[in-house]
């Protein structure tokens, strides 16, 4: 995840997550959002509820090697609309960023399966009721 | 949305971003929890990265003709996933209970559609480039 503007503490509490729960998410900060997203080798993807809708856009979506997904908060910048490939709308009345960006990738890739054993320090056994980890090295 | 404990700032103004934007989404303030998922007459779907896959209890879901969907903060009592008909998880490493909601309604429901000409004081007309919203009647 890009990050503008840059936030260290947040960084760093995601990075502690994922030391212990495993996988590759890594929070990376930008100054310069607009040359990010200018020199991105691929389509960049601005979530807002102004866009066209997702069910409509997913084909397309989908050709691209590289999507940079892109969320802003109460106020975006003209600019974004016009520098993004593609304005995209998961639903046309006001919601959640996060929830915007967590259907597009569902959409995209599905929903996420559970890690691998050795790939983290704990790791969740799916179960119907209650809390099962297992494979704990000690907290990270 | 059942919100527990009861927040009236927050139902306020999501109250106002409804009559604004249309829908008929309201907050209902709880200040029993366990009643309310005790005498729920439906499923209750408590949302925890520790259930099982969604995958696997999508059909299930889809035969219930009512359900609460569940989420917690950090700190879950484990009364819920005992008194909860279905612990269903979205993905089985931290996530965002926002992004478990979204995920889930989408899986269930689709994508919303947008409001229809007349049913909000102001509509958006989803487009590639920039905002275009119709219909104001003012701010509410």
Known sequence: MYLHPPDPALAERIAA???RWGGEFAVVPVDDWKRLVRTFPGAVVHLTMYGLPLERCLGRLARHRQLLLVVGGAKVPAQLYREATYNV???HQPHSEVAAVAVTLERLLGVPRP????????RIVPTARGKRVVGTRGPA
Chains 1, 2 share one sequence.
């Open 115 to 122: 890690v691998r054993a050795g790939e983290a320090a704990q």
């Open 89 to 91: 709308a998961v639903g």
């Open 17 to 19: 997550v994922g030391r």
